[in-house]
């Protein structure tokens, strides 16, 4: 049979332009467009593979999937597709992943495989589900459902991002101010309130003291700062700053039950992708473990035991608390009808949907608050600085 040559172009969204072709369409063999890799090139691209991205560059995931997908569906195989996108492509590093792909794939590994090389591209879910799918012959179907739950967590992560950015400037506007008064405004009063320290409270004189010592020992006090944020930078590179962070944030009222709620929108949407996908639900479990918070691995594994056990997934949810009364009856009806993955789906989407009202609420709460707090620290230091003044008038009556 003969095959009409067709030039596949993608746009910005992912869609094939494709050139009118008589007959079945063939990708023409990718030597006749590029010289098959050399030992050089097959270094190079080994070793744009192995090493991280340079300059934080990372590969459009999203868009990767959209491509890939489309061409896929459009008939094309693995290798086939992969040299369209490397033909197509203008980015650099998408053109750098696809190369280190072909390579691994032509040297006699899956797909999945070839995508579990580069982890800085390809996380380790990703690579799940992909395999779930090569053993299902479902591709296409896996590429075009990743791109959509990626989607949607960065739409999810985005509004949570945004309903922190004003509480979050809040406070930093308060901590500037704060850090302003103490290192230049403090200093200048405590040279005028020098001698007069005698009849102040103590929170003033120790407010007065600080002045000093920044004026007599600025060097001191600055190398002693510079410790500190050592100290601090240190923390956080470690992850002892995050945990208590998290653990700080628990005990913020209401915001525990939202970010419960969030982790189990997140766990139903991958669960619900990877059953789609045909991925056992035990073996489902184990892929999500590692994309959960720490606190709630734990409650995984026993969800995972009760499963092992010959427990339905909405019995050993709830055995494990990570299951909402409203996704309980969901997964009843999808476990009876056997679309126990669409029901997962539409859980995480109810999930959503409340999380996004109770965040908005909370941010409501939160904002007056930081406001009430950055106020009365600064008020605090305005009355202690001006202390002085109050007691020479008490004086002169």
Known sequence: MKHSPATFTLDGNGRVLRTAASGPVAITPATDHREV?????????STNRMRKPSGGRRLDLVMFCRQLGVLLQAGLSVVDAL????????ATVTRDVVDGLLIEIRSGKRLSGALAQQPDHFPALFVAVISGAEQTSQLADAFARYSVFAQQQDTIRTKVRTALVYPAFLALL????????????VPKF???????????????????????????RPLTMAIAGVV????????VVSGQAKRLAF?????????????????????YRTLSMLVTGGIPITAALEIVRPQLQAPWNRQVDAAKAQLKLGKPLSEALQHADLLSAAARSLLMIGERSGALGPMLD???????????VALDRLMRLVEPVIMTVVGVGIGAIVILMYMPIFEIAGTLR
Not at 174 to 185: H, Q, S
Not at 346 to 356: G, H, L, P, Q, Y
């Open 190 to 216: 405590a040279s005028i309130y020098e001698s007069i320290q005698s009849g102040l409270p103590w929170a003033a004189r120790l407010l007065l003291l600080w002045g000093q010592s920044l004026q007599e």
């Open 228 to 235: 500190l944020l050592g100290v601090l930078s240190a923390a």
């Open 37 to 45: 890799l050399n030992d050089s090139e097959r270094s190079r691209a």
């Open 247 to 267: 653990a700080l944030i628990q005990r913020v009222p209401h915001w525990a039950a939202i970010q419960h709620s969030l982790m189990l929108a997140r766990l």
């Open 346 to 356: 539409e859980s995480a989407r109810f999930m959503e949907i409340e999380n996004a």
């Open 83 to 90: 040299e369209a996108l490397a033909l197509t492509t203008q």
């Open 174 to 185: 308060g901590a500037a101010v704060v850090i302003f008064l103490l290192t230049y405004v």
